[in-house]
């Protein structure tokens, strides 16, 4: 039972375009969701993360928007650098589960010059 | 500043072979800590959490352990490994805001 799905697997993008990244969860128990950005063979970075009682969070080039009536948080990226270039990870945590953490599968993202 | 490190980097085992993976975690005191695995083509599942010396919660059956002997040391182990084991270990600690924060990882490979 995958309760948080990233259903798109790639997106390529050129440079200076914006990235929308989606992700989609079941949970209505979640209630804090963060973005990771993830280098091969690295740990994932902390990117962003939103509050279940905000519906979005916004930080230089990164907007997280939520919209908890349909379950759906998306990753804005504007403008695309293709130091950009990366898999990035949904999160979700479940208020009261000593912050356990729940992943997506990943979107690779690909800028391109 | 928190650094978190891991090791070793990369580690190439015979299957039944035993297995130690240690984390450390430097700036900080009593934080949540935890073992994720990212197997090829899948996101990260949890393995193990730990909010303090000897407390560890497992999330998944499985061939491996976890113990947690210091405030900030987290130790993977398995006594027999699978071939199922091979994977990246990634290791996370959590301080007083919401966020994990992972260290480099260890890339395993069972053979």
């Known amino acids: 039972d995958q309760q948080v799905k990233q259903n798109s697997p790639s997106l390529s993008v050129q440079e200076g375009r914006i990235s929308i990244l989606n992700c989609d969860y079941t949970?209505?128990?979640?209630?804090?969701f963060l973005w990771y950005k993830k280098y091969p063979a690295e740990g994932p970075t902390f990117l962003i993360s939103?509050?279940?009682?905000?519906d979005k969070n916004e930080d230089g080039r990164f907007t997280v928007f939520l919209n908890k009536s349909a379950k759906h948080l998306s990753l804005h990226i504007v403008p695309s650098q293709p130091g950009d270039s990366a898999v990035y990870f949904c999160a979700a945590r479940r208020g009261g589960s000593n912050y356990k953490l729940t992943f997506g599968k990943g979107t690779l993202l690909t800028v391109n010059p | 500043s928190q650094t978190i490190h891991q090791w070793p980097a990369t580690l190439v085992q015979p299957v039944g072979s035993p297995l130690s993976l240690e984390c450390t975690v430097e700036?900080?005191?009593?934080?949540?800590l935890y073992w994720y695995r990212q197997a090829a083509g899948r996101g990260l599942q949890l393995l193990f959490y730990s909010v303090g010396i000897g407390q560890i919660s497992s999330e998944v059956p499985q061939n491996l352990s976890a113990s947690r002997p210091q405030d900030r040391q987290f130790i993977l182990s398995s006594k027999k490994l699978l071939l199922s084991d091979s994977g990246f270990y990634l290791c996370?600690?959590?301080?007083?805001?919401?966020?994990?924060?992972f260290g480099p990882g260890t890339r395993l490979t069972v053979l």
């Open positions: 700036g900080t005191s009593n934080p949540n």
């Open positions: 949970n209505s128990m979640f209630d804090y």
């Open positions: 996370a600690w959590k301080g007083g805001s919401n966020e994990q924060f």
């Open positions: 939103i509050s279940s009682i905000k």
